[in-house]
């Protein structure tokens, strides 16, 4: 611990949920697969008075990861859940119920949309969409049923960093719960609680797993809503199996030096496409001059590998050219893994419109060698200007 009596993160990823002591000494909580749990006899059968009482609500590699969480986010209670998407959808099913109202991120992930828009709307709750940008604007937007407002910062494709202490200020002011997915800054770079967030939302799927070999994503909740959470959890069957939680908790300890590295190789490639005479802008908040940049020096204590990059006016079969070509950058979805990515963005919006340029690209910046990387994309926009 620091003089001020407060842990670092760095110092969280690397300690917390270790129970060595239960293991005979070994560092790593081993893989517990369990479903039933033997009781010694009916009286404790009776008051279930045993450290894990069923398969589906846990077992000591399960609660070693939701342990590491819950420090890492300062949170009261964390939930474990089966995709990052799965974790947008049940906080939303925790803060709404039938005639609620809520506010949602213009720029939140394409699928939570369509949770919104399909699933939820069947469950009588209706989504407003609001501009990313809009601070405490948002008590404009306010209904007397709202009951939740969602964001999601940065945007998905689009990068917009919002003001979550501002929108989280009004939301508190009108007793609606604050859903904060958080993703892209992972809690190492943005403490969501903190900043005003009931519910922090992360797809372990991306930077936490960080090796794309997992889906699993995690709500972790403040003192208001933790026993709103764990019912839900409890009610509606959630599981993740301890052989995924192992994995998340290898991902988890070397979380800070892989995102310190994903960030540098990003502010990298960023800079140097900048000075490229094929890209309009890039869009990543770290980087000096973005529109996002003040707010996200403010509240965040890093970055991730994650930016987009707004190409000059080229046809489809030009871009095509240049990424179908690529040595070192997968064509695929999601990201966090310690390889480069590079995928067009598919940018959906409905209550503002993005004006781009040109063609729209998505990179993550992975753990290669940045020379190697912009030696690749070099040749990539060879390609592109000779399919021009
Ligand atoms: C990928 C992603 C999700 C969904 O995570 P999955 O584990 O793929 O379901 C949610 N939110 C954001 C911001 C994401 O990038």
Redesign the pocket.
Same mark, same amino acid.
């Given at each position: 611990m620091t003089a001020d009596g407060k842990e670092k993160k760095e110092t969280t990823l690397a300690s917390a949920g270790r129970e060595s002591k239960a293991h005979f000494g070994v560092v790593n909580t081993p893989v517990y697969r369990a479903s039933t749990i033997l009781y010694p006899d009916i009286a404790r059968l009776e008051a279930r008075d045993m450290p894990f009482t069923y398969g589906r609500r846990g077992n000591p590699t399960v609660k070693s990861l939701e342990d590491a969480v819950t420090a890492l986010e300062g949170a009261a209670r964390t939930v474990l859940l089966p995709? &990052?998407?799965? *974790? *947008?959808a049940s906080a939303i099913l925790v803060a709404c119920s039938a005639g609620d109202h809520l506010l949602m991120a213009d720029t939140c992930?394409a699928?939570?949309r369509s949770f919104c828009d399909k699933t939820l709307k069947r469950f009588g709750v209706e989504t407003t969409y609001y501009d990313p940008t809009i601070g405490a604007g948002i008590a404009a937007l306010f209904q007397p049923n709202t009951r939740a407002v969602f964001c999601?910062s940065p945007g998905?494709l689009t990068f917009e960093v919002q003001d979550v202490p501002a929108i989280a200020g009004v939301a508190r002011a009108r007793g609606a719960a604050l859903l904060l997915?958080n993703?892209?800054a992972t809690p190492l770079h943005y403490p969501a609680l903190a900043r005003g967030a009931d519910l922090s939302?992360q *797809?372990?799927?991306?930077y936490i797993g960080g090796h794309s070999d997992l889906?699993? &994503?995690y709500v972790a909740a403040n003192e208001r809503y933790a026993a709103r959470l764990l019912e839900y959890h409890d009610n509606a069957g959630l599981y993740v199996s301890g052989d995924d939680c192992f994995l998340a908790l290898r991902g988890l300890r070397t979380l800070a030096v892989r995102l310190k590295r994903h960030q540098e190789t990003a502010l990298t490639l960023a800079r140097w496409l900048q000075g490229r005479p094929e890209v309009s802008r890039v869009l990543y908040p770290a980087l000096e001059g973005d529109p996002g940049h003040d707010l996200w020096r403010r509240d965040f204590t890093g970055a991730c590998g994650l930016f987009g990059v707004v190409l000059k006016p080229a046809s489809k079969a030009a871009v095509t050219a240049m990424i179908d070509g690529l040595a070192h950058f997968g064509l695929g979805f999601?990201?966090g893994g310690y390889e480069s990515l590079l995928v067009p963005a598919d940018i959906k919006r409905s209550a503002t419109r993005f004006a781009a340029e040109g063609p729209v690209i998505r990179i993550h910046a992975g753990l290669e060698a940045p020379e190697d990387l912009i030696a690749d994309l070099t040749l990539g926009f060879e390609r592109l200007k000779a399919a021009s």
């Open positions: 995709s &990052g998407l799965n *974790a *947008a992930y699928p939570t999601e998905s997915d993703t892209w939302i *797809a372990v799927t991306k889906m699993m &994503g999601s990201w």
